[in-house]
């Protein structure tokens, strides 16, 4: 089983800031099978980021992904107060399908 | 607009049964792969189990292989999930998520059910 581990867990910034979260494979993740997901409290996730950096449909471009093999990066270019919220990566290289952790974006 | 609505979720004993339904619409449900992902109260996400859109593989997460059993009914739109030998550690919220055909990941979800063991 590949396991996610996502950094840091909490993540403290302004409005109009820039977000650098991680997500970090205990095995290479074949063909960059890697998705993000967004999750507001009390509400279910959103799917943002497929494929490592494809972005999905109606997500704004602040959203971006990036990496390959081990170590993946979801980047929020500058942070509007909707983007407050818990982020997960996913894996679908290998079953199971794992999830990190997640990270926490909170307002400063 | 693809909608996915959850719904059989409840409070129930340990050992005992439940069964979920995830009803679907605005998309071809016969040409796409369903599952079922769960979280725990303040926790994070689990993938529980994947179907085929033809019934013809099914997978589970070990945590659930052996009580739990997906399926579909694909003239009713409906996706289903069978959960035998409830264990306090089962409660969780339940989503049911498509595949988006290509690949393991979850295009769309549905808001959960909230399914609650204990005595």
């Known amino acids: 089983e590949i396991v996610l581990t996502q950094s840091p867990g909490t993540?403290?910034?302004s409005p109009g800031e820039r977000a650098t979260l991680s997500c970090r494979?205990?095995?290479s993740i074949s063909s960059s099978y890697l998705a993000w997901y967004q999750q507001k409290p009390?509400?279910?996730?959103?799917?943002?980021i497929y494929g490592a950096s494809g972005r999905a449909?109606?997500?704004?471009?602040?959203?971006?992904?990036?990496?390959?093999?081990?170590?993946?990066?979801?980047?929020?270019?500058?942070?509007?107060?909707?983007?407050?919220?818990?982020?997960?990566?996913?894996?679908?290289?290998s079953s199971p399908w794992t999830f990190g952790q997640g990270t926490k974006v909170e307002i400063k | 607009q693809v909608q996915l609505v959850e719904s059989g979720g409840g409070v129930v004993q340990p050992g005992g049964s439940l069964r979920l339904s995830c009803a679907a619409s605005g998309f071809t449900f016969s040409s796409y792969g369903m599952h079922w992902v769960r979280q725990a109260p303040g926790k994070g996400l689990e993938w529980v189990a994947f179907i085929r859109h033809d019934e013809s593989n099914k997978y589970y997460a070990?945590?659930?292989?052996g009580r739990f059993?997906?399926?579909r009914d694909n003239s009713k739109n409906t996706l289903y999930l069978q959960m035998n030998g409830l264990r306090a550690e089962d409660t969780a919220v339940y989503y049911c998520a498509k595949d988006p055909g290509c690949c393991r990941y979850f295009d769309y979800w549905g808001q959960g059910t909230l399914v609650t063991v204990s005595s």
């Open chain 2, 62 to 65: 070990d945590s659930v292989k």
């Open chain 1, 11 to 13: 993540l403290s910034l």
């Open chain 1, 25 to 27: 494979a205990s095995q």
């Open chain 1, 57 to 93: 449909t109606d997500i704004p471009d602040r959203f971006s992904g990036s990496g390959s093999g081990t170590d993946f990066t979801l980047t929020i270019s500058r942070l509007e107060p909707e983007d407050f919220a818990v982020y997960y990566c996913q894996q679908y290289g």
């Open chain 1, 42 to 48: 009390g509400q279910a996730p959103r799917l943002l």
């Open chain 2, 69 to 71: 059993t997906i399926s």
